[in-house]
Structures are given as C-alpha cells and as structure tokens.
C-alpha cells in the first residue's frame, strides 16, 4: 500500500471516528438528563423567569416570517412584559404587560385587548402532559442558534392531535426550536430562534420595551367594556353539548354569552387535553342556510356548519390547535343537551 493511500485511509478513519465519539457523547448527554416531563416543567418555568431578546423565524403552513422579541421576566415588582416586532412587510408590533396586548399596525393604529403570551407554545405544557395519550422521549443533543439543545419529542399515540418536537436550551431550558408535525410528519407550525441572548436586559433595550403605543383606539376600549358588562351568565349551563371528544380531551370552561355580531347568546364551550385546545361556540342564525365550511392556517383548525332543529337553525363553530380533520368530527357531533328526567 502506498503511503498517499495509507494517508488518506487513516483520515477516513479518523473522521468516522470523530463523528462516532460525537454521536456517542450525545446519547451519554442525553441518558444522564433529567426526565423528559421535568424538562417540560422547566421550559414552562423558564418562560416566564428569564429575560431574553433575540430574532427567531415562524412558519405557519406555507407562510414564514422573520420577527423579534424582547421579553423581560416576572418580578415582585414589574409584570411580565413582551415586545414582538415583525420584521417583514408593513411594519407591524405587538407588546404585553401582564395579560394586556396592543397590537400595533401602520397605518392602522393600536388596538388593544386581552390576551396570554405571544409565544404561547412556551407555555403550552405547564400542566403537564399525560402519558396515556403521548409518549415523551428525550432524542440526543443538538444545536439551535449556536447553543447547546435538548431534543425532546412529544408524539401523539393517535391521529386526532398532533406531535412536537422540542429543542431546549441545555443550559436554562428555554424553548429555542419547536416543530408540530401531524400524523404523516408533515410540518404544520414551526418557531425557531436564528439568535438569541439571555440575561438582564441593558438600558437601551428595556426603554424600548417600555415604551407605550402612542395611541389607543377608544372605540375598541368603549366596546370591549360594554361586552363585558354584559358578559357571561352565571350559574347558568350551556344548552349544547358534543357527542363525540377524542380521548383525553374533557371539558375545562363553559358559559354562555353575548353575540359580538348579533343580538343573541352564543354557548362557548373550551376542551383541553392540556396540551391542545379547542372551543365551541353555537349560536341561533336567522339566515337559515344550510351549509358548511373549514379551514386550516398552520396549527389552526376551524370548521362552521348550521345544525337545524325543527324551524330553528344554529350556528356551530369550532376552532382550535387540532387537526381538521378532528375539528370536523367534533362539529358534526354537536347537538343539544337532552333534559334528564
């Protein structure tokens, strides 16, 4: 043998080698980790506790968009508070502190509402997940943004919700990458930060975080105080109910309350398995068409029909984080609740 090809055979060696160590070493890192539902724990912890700014790419089906957030952590003294900038097209922002969000848009001014998180898979496992209706499987580790990740899969073990893939920061366990799959691993939803720094915040950055839309549309302030003065019913239970959930999911909240598009009521109704959800709303319709529609936007499902009891016609519609397919089930079981005698 040649000693150019004893050369070159002992760098394909030494490669391989290299590569085999490496892949080794994550499996090690990998079995000497905590179990995959502390992990879960602290993601949802540390959302919440740390503050962070960084630019990070969020996919939705076919549309991806490049955005950047600064968020400053809880304290005993100041609330959570988020910025979320978009990066692409108009320019576009949103900002919370506490539950309050503005959503700023050019030339459209800022609205303002009530909402959660604006990065809400953060804190979509808080609960905990059951292991009767997902397996929990903690992969290896790998590289997110240039830091060192845990590669953790929540995998569905039926078609009627879907899967995640988790990387979590190695060191503090913050969400870097997440991907929702469906049950053909097609990517539906996916969020994955490009760079991203931990820490207190410097002076500059946290002055832009504090500071307030420069105007507030009252129309939007007046209408949303008079829903709530006219908001849900007490004491009193939903008239509808589903015939059919997938397994896992029970019912979490129902009220009844006023149409913001009409003059009657609309039963709600919220079901979690405490990782999805999904609502119910069924309200009468005066137009008395039949028909049916549905639509998916990245992990969104919506799916609207009438349901027709004798002269009366209603309006079912279900939203929420599950397939469309299952969506679809759920509508088409919806009826009213049979009075027990």
């Known amino acids: 043998m040649t000693t150019n090809k004893f050369m070159k ?66 304290d005993k003294n100041i609330s959570e508070k988020e910025r979320i900038f978009y990066l692409d097209g108009a320019p576009r922002e949103v900002i919370r502190s506490g539950n309050e969000l503005f959503f700023s848009s050019y030339n459209e001014g800022v609205t303002k509402f009530q909402h959660g998180s604006l990065m809400p898979v953060m804190n979509k496992f808080q609960s905990g997940v059951s292991e009767s209706f997902y397996d929990l499987k903690i992969v290896g580790i790998d590289r997110v943004a240039g830091r060192e990740a845990v590669l953790l899969l929540v995998l569905p073990k039926d078609r009627f919700r879907y899967g995640y893939q988790l990387w979590l920061d190695q060191e503090s366990s913050l969400l870097l990458k997440s991907v929702l799959v469906d049950d053909q691993g097609k990517i539906i939803e996916r969020l994955q930060f490009t760079s991203l720094s931990i820490g207190q915040l410097t002076d500059d950055v946290w002055a832009l975080l504090d500071r307030k839309p420069s105007s507030v549309d009252e129309t939007i302030q007046i209408r949303s105080n008079s829903v709530k003065e006219r908001s849900e019913k007490p004491g009193v239970l939903p008239e509808w109910e589903t015939g059919w959930l997938p397994a896992g999911f029970v019912l979490e909240n129902s009220t009844i309350r006023p149409s913001p598009v009409s003059k009657h009521d609309v039963d709600a109704l919220i079901f979690s398995d405490g990782i999805a959800t999904f609502s119910v709303f069924v309200e009468q319709d005066d137009t008395k068409v039949l028909s049916q529609a549905s639509e998916q936007i990245g992990a969104l499902s919506a799916v609207s029909k009438i349901y027709r009891e004798g002269n009366q016609y209603f309006h079912v519609t279900v939203v929420g984080d599950i397939p469309l397919g299952t969506a679809e089930r759920v509508a088409v079981s919806v009826r009213p609740v049979k009075i027990k005698h």
């Open 9 to 74: 055979q002992m760098q394909w060696i030494t490669r391989k080698l290299l590569i085999l160590c490496f892949f080794i070493s994550g499996l090690l890192s990998a079995e000497t980790l905590s179990d995959a539902g502390y992990l879960l724990e602290r993601m949802a912890a540390s959302a919440k506790r740390l503050s962070f700014q960084g630019e990070f790419v969020y996919q939705q089906g076919a549309q991806l968009q490049t955005l950047s957030v600064i968020h400053q952590a809880e």
